[in-house]
């Protein structure tokens, strides 16, 4: 047994000292620059575009069997920007000899390319500057032997610019680095992205950086990336502030045979949003999922929140917190929010909405509630200046329920609910955008069919001498000039410029400029602000 190991031992040095004496003498009598002519007669054959090999060829047989390659550049088709298509300063790829000889093992050194330029564009016509390089079929991979490691991939120093001719875009990734870990069938490998942003329209640059652990099943058509981590700053006189800032954390998985991508404990970060003196501090998280097929995306669980702070606010920062899920399905044109909610301190808000028409005319269903809160004093926190109440205890408690349905030039509440300071408003209210052109129906359109019990307007009017007819003049006239209004508001006991009535209804009309409010019972409230009998 002893000799029969010695004896394989001796072979299979022999063969070792037999493969290293054929590396030395190819390395020796073959020389690679030799063939860069058929080389780039053979691209040119291929692809119709020149390929220009201006640095020296290496080769290395053993222990590695290598191709080092100096600076090189593929041109570019007629009729695009940039003349060359692409171009590198050096790449390196190396496979150990012996493991690929006796084991059928293919074992990689670490892939370097530094100073890769690539220049894409699309002109007029829609046609791609790389059209044609990638052969049909080549999505299939060639047979590799059993087993197969990559010490990793580096590419150091890249550039890529894109020029599209068609929506008039450009775009630079400068300074672009990419490296990774060992690539192993079925391992994880750790991977580091970073590169410099650069658009023309609009105008912004900026960073970005990215980590993440990749593991790809080519088998399976699948590949996750966990622990993403990525950040991002932009500049640009477009964004709030000048500035933007974000970080982006999730898990994400890609079925390329399902064409679908999903997003799990997904976490988005945006600090310091300005806007003028108020300061906003937004994160969104939950999960997140796109089918290409279906061109559907759906965002489930997603929470958001807010904190607003600066000079306006009183009573230091303002949290608001919401969420809602959403479903996007770009195949029926429709999107729908449910579990909709939004809570600012007493303001606690929530419903649920349908779209449909989307890309085309959308159209709104759905309902909204919010349940009572103290606007006067929601107002006053938020910074704005609240006008003064004939009763300075108005505008303290209101609530809303309705049901929503509208589009681009309407929006309908009907049925319509709202509680103001323990009074309860039933009916419809209609919005409608202005017909253009001159006069009242230029501006925006109201219409309302409303019904209360017990409503006290003076309350709401700005504080005067108590006077009829001053409180009448302090109507909001001229606001309601610039409307198309019309409607009417029957009340069972209203109290008005200081008349009290019964079982009133007010018939409300603006036209030419001039406001009417007709009540039955003979009471008329004329532009001028005089109140006298309507003859009715």
């Given at each position: 047994m002893k000799k029969i190991l010695r004896l394989l031992a001796l072979v299979a040095g022999g063969l070792v000292l037999l493969a290293a004496a054929i590396a030395v003498a190819v390395a020796l009598l073959v020389d690679p620059n030799d063939f860069k002519g058929t080389l780039e007669a053979r691209v040119r054959a291929a692809t119709g575009r020149e390929l220009r090999i201006e640095g020296p060829i290496s080769l290395s047989f053993f222990p590695w069997l290598g191709l080092s390659l100096g600076p090189t550049e593929l041109g570019n088709l007629p009729g695009f920007p940039t003349p060359v298509l692409a171009r590198l300063e050096h790449t390196r790829i190396r496979v150990r000899l012996l493991p690929l000889l006796f084991e059928?093992?293919?074992?990689?050194?670490?892939?370097?390319?530094?100073?890769?330029?690539?220049?894409?564009?699309?002109?007029?016509?829609?046609?791609?500057?790389?059209?044609?390089?990638?052969?049909?079929?080549?999505?299939?991979?060639?047979?590799?032997?059993?087993?197969?490691?990559?010490?990793?991939?580096?590419?150091?120093?890249?550039?890529?610019?894109?020029?599209?001719?068609?929506s008039g875009s450009h775009l630079v990734l400068d300074r672009l680095d990419l490296g990774t870990g060992k690539l192993l069938p079925g391992e994880p490998t750790a991977v580091h992205l970073a590169f410099d942003l650069s658009a023309r329209e609009p105008r912004v640059t900026g960073r970005v950086e990215a980590d993440a652990r990749v593991?790809?099943?080519?088998?399976?058509?699948r590949w996750s990336a966990r622990d993403l981590h990525a950040s991002v700053a932009l500049q640009g006189t477009s964004l709030p502030g000048g500035r933007l800032r974000l970080s982006l954390a999730a898990d994400v998985s890609c079925d390329l045979a399902a064409h679908t991508v999903a997003a799990t404990r997904l976490r988005l970060d945006v600090p310091r949003i300005t806007a003028g003196a108020l300061q906003a501090d937004v994160n969104l998280q939950g999960r997140a999922g796109v089918d290409l097929d279906k061109q559907a995306l759906a965002l489930q669980q997603m929470r958001i929140g807010v904190e607003l702070s600066g000079a306006p606010l009183s009573g230091g920062p303002l949290a608001v917190e919401g969420g809602a899920d959403v479903l996007v399905d770009l195949g029926t044109r429709s999107a729908t929010v449910s579990a909709l909610r939004v809570q600012a301190e007493q303001l606690h808000a929530s419903g649920g909405f349908r779209v449909s028409g989307l890309l085309s005319r959308p159209e709104v269903t759905g309902e909204l509630r919010v349940?009572?809160?103290?606007?006067h004093g929601l107002l006053g926190r938020l910074g704005f200046s609240v006008p003064a109440t004939a009763d300075p205890n108005a505008l303290r408690s209101v609530s809303f329920d309705a049901a929503v349905n509208g589009g681009p030039e309407m929006l309908r509440l009907d049925p319509l609910k709202l509680g103001v300071d323990g009074a309860t408003i039933d009916g419809m209210l209609l919005f409608a955008r202005g017909a253009g052109g001159a006069g009242p129906a230029a501006g925006p359109s109201v219409r309302f069919d409303l019904s209360a019990g017990t409503l006290d307007l003076d309350r709401y009017l700005p504080p005067s001498s108590g006077a009829p007819a001053a409180a009448a003049g302090a109507l909001p006239l001229d606001a309601l000039r610039a409307l198309d209004l019309g409607g009417r508001l029957r009340v069972s006991a209203l109290v008005l410029a200081g008349i009290h009535m019964s079982d009133v209804e007010l018939r409300v009309k603006s036209q030419d400029g001039r406001v009417q409010v007709l009540a039955g019972g003979g009471v008329r409230a004329g532009a001028d602000g005089g109140v006298g009998s309507n003859g009715e």
């Open positions: 059928q093992r293919l074992e990689m050194d670490t892939v370097t390319v530094r100073g890769l330029s690539l220049n894409l564009a699309r002109d007029a016509a829609g046609r791609t500057d790389w059209a044609g390089l990638v052969p049909a079929g080549a999505g299939q991979a060639p047979g590799l032997p059993g087993a197969l490691a990559v010490g990793g991939v580096q590419i150091q120093g890249a550039t890529i610019r894109w020029d599209d001719a068609v593991q790809p099943d080519p088998g399976a058509q349940v009572a809160f103290d606007p």
